[in-house]
């Protein structure tokens, strides 16, 4: 689905697995953000073909959080070259849990290591300037990526239409998800695309999904 003239989504809507929604900044320097679970990655490669892509033309792949529906497809660049980054603290977490990884995470043990880990600030790629927010809560090193030029935020799991991500994994915490998910309230956003379900359009849909938050989902978190 093309959100804006430069970003794609490929969205999951599978009712019996669990996967993520995986976005693409189609520019002069490709990004692709959150590639998903490694053997459902068949999902990305469609939407990739279907704009004449493959992973050999990604140029960088940028993961919200370590958590394997998110980041296991990571290892499906390994051949092509492309770089790879996420959060120091999210790598820790999983360089922390190798010794059960396989059998109680799910993620692969053999994941590349980043080429950089995300800061927050602004991260520059090709002729595209992105925001890199730090927002822990669902994971100690969750990330959110804002675009200001196409008004686009890219959530992650810490907001999802009507909801927020969980915070009983390891590195979640209840009380971080909540300051994280107010610090991005006041960004002039158009697009907000989460990490699971629909995408929120335009500035009064998003800004009921904050205040939905705040009056029926924060006090049971």
Same mark, same amino acid.
């Given at each position: 689905m093309k959100i804006t003239p430069t970003i794609h989504a490929f969205f999951w +809507?599978?009712? =019996? +697995? $669990? $996967?993520? $929604? =995986?976005y693409l900044i189609d520019d002069a320097k490709k990004i692709l953000i959150d590639p998903g679970h490694r053997h459902l990655f068949d999902h990305v490669e469609r939407g990739l073909s279907a704009l004449g892509l493959d992973v050999g033309d990604v140029d960088l792949v940028l993961c919200t959080h370590a958590h394997p529906d998110h980041l296991e497809a990571v290892s499906a660049f390994r051949k092509a070259g492309t770089l790879f980054a996420l959060h120091r603290k999210d790598w +820790? &977490?999983?360089v922390s849990m190798k010794p059960f990884v396989q059998a109680g995470y799910g993620i692969d @043990?053999?994941?590349? @290591?980043?080429? /950089? /880990? &995300?800061?927050e600030g602004t991260l520059k790629v090709g002729r595209r300037t992105l925001q890199v927010y730090h927002t822990p809560g669902h994971s100690p090193g969750s990330v959110c990526l804002y675009d200001p030029d196409e008004k686009v935020l890219f959530t992650g799991d810490l907001i999802f239409k009507e909801g927020l991500g969980r915070t009983d994994l390891p590195g979640g915490n209840s009380d971080q998800i909540k300051q994280s998910i107010r610090r991005l309230q006041g960004l002039d956003v158009e697009y907000l695309l989460s990490g699971h379900g629909p995408i929120l359009s335009g500035k009064r849909e998003i800004k009921e999904n904050y205040d939905f938050l705040e009056r029926y989902v924060f006090s049971y978190v």
């Open positions: +809507e599978s009712m =019996t +697995e $669990n $996967n993520c $929604n =995986t +820790e &977490l999983v @043990a053999r994941m590349p @290591a980043p080429d /950089f /880990f &995300l800061e």
